[in-house]
């Protein structure tokens, strides 16, 4: 998403936020990125080289984020002087997790067990991401933002990687079974978010459906400029 040439951070006048597996060169003052390219919600239970998917799952990435917090309580505790790319200890009641991971979770291993192998683990997947809100919360987190999944059956990639019957094509050119499964873990996501927002009074807990956005662009792109 961008406002003319910039990006809601930039057009927030916020800066990109650093990874927290580079530090060379990092400015966390703002924040920090524990993201990774192929990441996954749940463990994944085989190798980079194998399959392409990240090992820093979600868990991985929540334990850095707390060696990061105690890290910096540490650094501030010590009292140095002088300036520093660390944030302020208060940063972690203030700051807004952002959660947008489930994909490869759902993508990884359609070749391999297809859609109905995939939708027996994806009530693990929901349930693995509200757990994880919990968690930051009892850490001081307090506002959250959690992204659901995108209508892969949409995707060119799978269009052409996974074999499918003409009569899984929708209208629009999108595998039916995959956008089913997808809507059908947006919903126990949704759910599983619902609840997680009762049992956490002072949280704020968005639930963002980029879904609609991506079907609506997918669907219809002329209208959108595309």
């Given amino acids: ?16 936020l650093s990874p927290y597996l580079q530090s ?10 524990y993201a990774t390219l192929a990441s996954t919600v749940l463990l994944p239970n085989t190798s980079l080289f194998v399959t ?59 070749a391999a067990i297809g859609i109905g192998g995939v939708k027996q683990y994806l009530p693990q ?12 919360y009892a850490l001081g987190g307090r506002a959250f933002l959690v992204l659901n999944l995108a209508p892969i059956g949409c995707y060119p990639a799978f ?9 899984d094509i929708d209208a629009f050119g999108c595998l039916i079974s995959y956008n089913n499964a997808v809507v059908d873990y947006n919903n126990m996501l949704k759910k599983a978010l619902s609840q997680t927002r009762m049992e956490l009074p002072k949280a ?18 002329v209208s959108h400029g595309i």
Avoid: C, W
């Fill in 159 to 167: 269009l052409v990687q996974l074999h499918h019957n003409t009569s």
């Fill in 125 to 136: 997947v929901a349930a693995q991401i509200a757990g994880s809100i919990k968690e930051l």
């Fill in 52 to 110: 392409g998917i990240s090992p820093f799952s979600l868990a991985i990435q929540i334990n850095q984020m707390k060696e990061f917090k105690a890290k910096v309580h540490e650094f501030h505790s010590a009292r140095k002087q002088g300036s520093t790319p660390l944030p302020s200890p208060d940063i972690f009641g203030k700051s807004l997790y952002t959660f947008y991971i489930g994909q490869n979770d759902f993508t990884s291993n359609l």
């Fill in 1 to 16: 998403m961008v406002y003319g040439s910039r990006s809601p951070a930039q057009a927030l006048g916020l800066p990109f």
């Fill in 204 to 221: 704020s807990l968005i639930y963002v459906d980029i879904h609609a956005i991506l079907l609506e662009l997918f669907q219809h792109p």
């Fill in 24 to 33: 060379i060169g990092s400015d966390y003052r703002h924040g920090a990125n």
